[in-house]
């Protein structure tokens, strides 16, 4: 199951990466534009590709210690790029790419939680 | 349910408003003030639900705790996206009660660990969440009050 590891961690490089990228260009004073959403939609495949995972492990008997809040965790988590999409592009000055950053911030955390939740998930 | 298109961005037309509309908190750094709060509203809610369905006799002080936090972050994050006066009012009022509880909390959590077994939001002054819990109702309030100096709407010719 080397996948549990390599995609929870390509989703904390990947959401830092677009924090930064969205903040310099908030610092640029740029507005949202085709990247950053191509960005996170790079971010929700990701996301999709691990719950896929997850699940399989699930299905395979595993379990982690609370399920309940990992099951809370993989219905939130493909929201949270929706939902900031959906907000910053609402927002037509810099601070929309700044909503993005918070996207990308959060899907790094989560994988920690993730980790905390079910140490079976890498990061 | 959830379907990823970044071959479709809703980009908004390049039109000439550079300027965020006065009077609404929920624009410009307000939009990133809303996006946070709502985040912490979802844990919240979701983390003492889940502790106090699941194992509330553990620590019932703590879970209590958290569900008043989640209630307060639930009306921070409507009342700042609605931004109505009224909803601005309301909005001081639990960033205020906020702040007054993360510090009160913070302090409680280290002056008497045993009435804290398992953490909430506001533990530590929120260590558990990166001290963004202590950080966020000053910001909430600074906004505010930075909104609140403005005309609530470019005046309609009278």
């Avoid at chain 2, 600074?142 to 609530?152: E, K």
Wanted: with cysteine.
């Amino acid at each position: 199951m080397w996948s549990v590891n390599v995609v929870p961690t390509t989703i904390v490089i990947a959401g830092l990466a677009l924090a930064a990228y969205a903040l310099l260009m908030t610092a640029l004073n740029r507005r949202m534009g085709g990247i950053l959403l191509a960005a996170l939609g790079v971010l929700e495949i990701l996301l999709l590709v691990l719950i896929g995972l997850v699940v399989a492990k699930l299905a395979g008997g595993e379990r982690p210690a609370s399920t309940g809040t990992l099951i809370g965790y993989l219905i939130a988590m493909p929201l949270v790029p929706l939902a900031a999409g959906f907000w910053g592009a609402l927002e037509r000055s810099r601070w929309g790419p700044a909503v993005i950053a918070v996207a990308g911030l959060v899907a790094a955390v989560l994988m920690v939680r993730l980790h905390e939740i079910w140490p079976a998930i890498g990061v | 349910m959830a379907s990823p298109e970044p071959a479709a961005p809703p980009e908004p037309a390049p039109s000439a408003e550079p300027v965020p509309r006065p009077g609404l908190t929920r624009s410009g750094p307000g939009r990133v003030l809303v996006a946070v709060y709502a985040i912490f509203a979802l844990s919240a809610t979701a983390r003492a639900g889940v502790q106090i369905a699941t194992k509330f006799g553990h620590a019932p002080v703590a879970y209590a705790l958290s569900a008043v936090a989640a209630v307060v972050y639930i009306v921070a994050t409507a009342t700042l996206a609605t931004g109505g006066p009224a909803a601005r009012r309301v909005a001081v009022l639990s960033c205020s009660v906020e702040l007054a509880g993360v510090l009160a909390v913070g302090t409680w959590s280290l002056a008497d660990p045993a009435s804290f077994p398992d953490a909430t939001v506001w533990s530590g002054y929120g260590s558990g969440y990166g001290y963004v819990p202590l950080v966020l109702p000053v910001l909430g309030l600074l906004w505010l009050r930075h909104v609140n100096r403005r005309p609530a709407t470019p005046a309609p010719s009278r």
